[in-house]
T-cell receptor, first 116, second 111 residues
Framework: DAGVTQSPTHLIKTRGQQVTLRCSPI?????VSWYQQVLGQGPQFIFQ???????GRGNFPDRFSARQFPNYSSELNVNALLLGDSALYLC???????????????FGPGTRLTVL | SQKIEQNSEALNIQEGKTATLTCNYT??????LQWYRQDPGRGPVFLLL?????KEKRKERLKVTFDTTLKQSLFHITASQPADSATYLC??????????FGSGTRLQVQP
């Protein structure tokens, strides 16, 4: 079975631009979470979506937004890019809500975003 | 806010020895704690979950302990192998339907 897939693998943008990252969860998983991982740090929670609704949001500015589609895939959008947005963006899928001990999160390989 | 601390310095050990990694947390009482492995350029891979009412959990060569009084978890890899070299992350649930991760400890197993 395919794991979590993300596209693109790498992306280079300039300050002020907008970017859209995509994620396809494991088949049967209804929850998708997005994390930002800056080099040398652990992943930091951005959003969680379940059944196409936002269920959780981390401490990120409104420039970050996301959505989940009927097929449970998801997009993360970042507007007005800053140099500090350069990071590995990870998508994780789970059967249900994070916050339940049984809902193990399975991470994708990530999208490496570089902002120049 | 919740804070998770892991040794920022890399841990270097000889093949065959036991590696012990530490995770300390403050300002929260998580219902469970998870450990992940992350290789360079890859996403984290789930290893073990331990609940607050469990003192110890084992899986093959891995062992995790959870001391809610000390607010600490220890992660052990016995009979370590060079293939165990990676960054190991601990994470706790924050009750906001999200995981809060530590910054990870890099383990290097020398042959």
């Amino acid at each position: 079975d395919a794991g979590v897939t993300q596209s693109p693998t790498h992306l280079i943008k300039t300050r002020g631009q907008q970017v859209t990252l995509r994620c396809s969860p494991i088949s049967g998983h209804k929850s998708v979470s997005w994390y930002q991982q800056v080099l040398g740090q652990g992943p930091q929670f951005i959003f969680q979506y379940y059944e196409k609704e936002e269920r959780g949001r981390g401490n990120f500015p409104d420039r970050f937004s996301a959505r989940q589609f009927p097929n449970y895939s998801s997009e993360l959008n970042v507007n007005a890019l800053l140099l500090g947005d350069s990071a590995l963006y990870l998508c994780a899928s789970s059967l249900g809500f994070s916050g339940s001990a049984t809902d193990t999160q399975y991470f994708g390989p990530g999208t490496r975003l570089t902002v120049l | 806010s919740q804070k998770i601390e892991q040794n920022s310095e890399a841990l270097n050990i000889q093949e065959g020895k036991t590696a012990t990694l530490t995770c300390n947390y403050t300002n929260y009482s998580p219902a469970y704690l998870q450990w992940y492995r992350q290789d360079p350029g890859r996403g984290p891979v789930f290893l073990l979950l331990i609940r607050e009412n469990e003192k110890e959990k084992r899986k093959e060569r891995l062992k995790v302990t959870f001391d809610t009084t000390l607010k600490q978890s220890l992660f052990h890899i016995t009979a370590s192998q060079p293939a165990d070299s990676a960054t190991y992350l601990c994470a706790i649930d924050t009750g906001r339907r999200a995981l809060t991760f530590g910054s990870g400890t890099r383990l290097q197993v020398q042959p």
